[in-house]
């Protein structure tokens, strides 16, 4: 039985020819291609694993520039925060010897009062308003103006310390973030592709919100320092003034003290020499009227005597006057006997006259001497016034206990130093 054979294509050799040519054509086209990818592709490849590395050192390098960078400004703001302090530190302290000085003021304040309100018991003629009562009024003036520019300072100063504060709290805030910003960029240099942390991350390209320039960077932490340093140079000017404020002040108050003190010594002087005058004064007044009282007793003593005289030539002029008609002559003894009425008379008007006259200087004595007295009486409390204030007085060249004197002073310290040493 015969196989039935399915008709199939028949080509010609020429077919057969250009089909073979073909296939090697194309394989050897394909090959080219192939061998031109393949060496595209090789310098491809180390093109880009050259760029890749280049560009991982370029990064590395930029990388290092900047942490250098950050370092740098956080060198200088780290030594600006150190000035700060020191200086927020100094201001301070001329703040509080600004306030101890202000708080010293009161003494002077109190003594110089104390003075005026003593000296108000000054009696009668002794209450003058002289030299010794204008400089203490111009030392309550000199002190209330010592108080008013200490207080100035010391307002001036919180107010530089609230400036200082805030420029120290900008420098704190920038050097955390710089130090937060220089912990990242190192972690950032130290990784390398063999990493574990290392990992595709969503959307890296985009650009965060807030992104300054490394200009606008720079000129932020510029900003911030030069803040700083103006301030500093500002609490630096107010310290010398408030030292200088301390110092004038401290002159303008001794140089008052000395101005009041001279007048109350040459006060206290001038009453001194007035009391010992009247002292004196007084002394002789009291001797003077003893000497008149001594007088009076005398003229009285003679007033008293001439009585019984006036009494014996008037009992003879009137016994004379009985005798008989012709016998009733007006001889000499008559003439004797009435000279000497009138004699003793007038020697009695005279006595009585000095001794009113003396009464009359003697009541002018005991009043003067009342009025010495009286004015001695001023003069001695008006030194005892005066004496008092100058002891009062003492208090102001006595040197204040500073802060440290005063707690040591209050803790027993310096007792227990003592029993030690003992």
Not at 313 to 325: D, K, V, W
């Amino acid at each position: 039985m015969a196989t039935q054979v399915k008709p199939s294509t028949r080509f010609a050799p020429s077919d057969w020819f250009t089909s073979n040519y073909t296939i090697s054509t194309n394989a050897e086209r394909q090959r080219d291609a192939s061998h031109q990818i393949r060496q595209e592709s090789r310098f491809l490849r180390n093109e880009t694993d050259n760029k890749t590395k280049w560009d991982q050192h370029d990064n590395n390098t930029r990388l290092s520039d900047r942490v250098d960078d950050i370092r740098k400004w956080k060198e200088i703001l780290e030594k600006c925060l150190a000035d700060l302090d020191r200086e927020i530190a100094n201001l301070s302290e001329s703040k509080d010897q600004t306030e101890l000085a202000l708080e010293a003021k009161n003494v002077p304040s109190d003594v110089a009062i104390e003075c005026l309100t003593s000296r108000e018991g000054r009696q009668s003629i002794d209450l003058v308003a002289d030299e010794v009562e204008a400089q203490l009024h111009k030392e309550v003036e000199v002190i209330e103006g010592c108080k008013k520019q200490l207080q100035q300072k010391c307002s001036e100063a919180f107010e530089q310390l609230c400036l200082l504060q805030e420029a120290r709290q900008q420098i704190i805030m920038d050097l955390q973030d710089k130090n937060i910003a220089l912990g990242i960029d190192v972690d950032q240099y130290n990784l390398t592709e063999r990493s574990p942390l290392i990992s595709y991350k969503p959307d890296s390209l985009r650009v965060p919100k807030g992104s300054v320039t490394p200009q606008n960077w720079e000129d932020f932490s510029r900003y911030n320092k030069e803040r700083a340093d103006a301030e500093m140079n500002a609490s630096t000017r107010l310290r010398e003034a408030i030292h200088h404020t301390l110092q004038q002040t401290a002159n303008d108050l001794e140089a008052q003290r000395l101005a009041t003190e001279y007048a109350y010594r040459k006060r206290i002087h001038e009453t001194e020499r007035a009391k010992g005058e009247l002292e004196w004064q007084k002394q002789n007044t009291e001797e003077e009227i003893a000497t008149l009282e001594d007088d009076i007793r005398g003229i009285e003593q003679s007033i008293r005597d001439k009585i019984n005289p006036t009494k014996l030539a008037q009992t003879r002029l009137e016994n004379r006057t009985y005798r008989p008609n012709v016998e009733l002559c007006r001889d000499h003894v008559q003439y004797g006997l009435t000279d000497e009425v009138k004699q003793l008379d007038a020697t009695r008007k005279g006595l009585e006259e000095k001794l009113r006259q003396a009464k009359h200087a003697l009541d002018g004595l005991e009043n003067n001497l009342h009025r010495i007295n009286e004015d001695l009486g001023f003069k001695i409390n008006s030194l005892m016034l005066d004496n008092r204030c100058m002891d009062t007085r003492k208090k102001l060249t006595i040197r204040p206990l500073s802060s440290s004197d005063r707690n040591v002073s209050l803790t027993g310290i310096q007792r227990e130093r003592s029993q030690m040493l003992a």
